[in-house]
């Protein structure tokens, strides 16, 4: 891919937003910015929603500026970003991704949204499970907290490939990979 290119994953936790991220950066060797990854850095271990919603709200609006600052310094130095996190309500689109498309105009946008159906949610309880809460950098650990920012999820405001990442992982990674090569009209 030549052009400079922001590539946002979104969706709820446990959906392998992080996972398809690493992936992606293996393959296009882009900078990856993640929100999970930003709040270890700015508070060590994050406050979980369960134990403190106010707390796990400011540590996450705080690690989103972070990464937005992050990601629009790369872009400005000329480098193509993959960026992570929900971006669950369309105000959190517009700080994050409005933000960097009025910075960087001509940067090619890919959104993909990571999204498990309902019927699969037995995956999402498999994920949970295995995770190991305690070296968890996230705010989300149970399927109670999936299940919260799904129900407030609110639509992408711009174009975007909804990725079941039900499916195996080497056939999220082709459908992601071919939705970002696609050539911007």
């Given at each position: ?5 922001l590539i946002a994953l979104c969706g709820p936790p446990f959906v392998g937003k992080t996972t398809i991220g690493d992936a992606l950066r293996d393959h296009y060797r882009y900078p990856f910015v993640a929100v999970d990854r930003f709040r270890p850095l700015l508070y060590g271990r994050s406050v979980s929603y369960a134990e ?134």
């Amino acid at each position: 891919m030549s052009e400079q290119t922001l590539i946002a994953l979104c969706g709820p936790p446990f959906v392998g937003k992080t996972t398809i991220g690493d992936a992606l950066r293996d393959h296009y060797r882009y900078p990856f910015v993640a929100v999970d990854r930003f709040r270890p850095l700015l508070y060590g271990r994050s406050v979980s929603y369960a134990e403190d919603p106010v707390g796990d709200m400011a540590q996450v609006h705080r690690a989103y500026a972070a990464m937005r600052a992050t990601t629009d310094a790369l872009l400005g130095l000329g480098d193509s970003v993959i960026f992570e996190c929900t971006l669950s309500k369309i105000s959190y689109q517009h700080q994050n991704i409005d933000f960097l498309l009025e910075q960087h105009p001509l940067i090619n946008l890919r959104i993909i949204l990571c999204w498990i159906p309902d019927e699969k949610e037995e995956i999402i309880k498999t994920r949970v499970a295995e995770r190991d809460i305690s070296q968890s950098p996230s705010g989300a650990t149970s399927i109670t907290d999936h299940r919260r920012v799904r129900e407030r999820f609110e639509n992408i405001a711009h174009p975007h490939y909804r990725l079941d990442t039900s499916l195996p992982f080497e056939e999220c990674l082709r459908q992601a990979i071919a939705y970002i090569d696609v050539p911007r009209k």
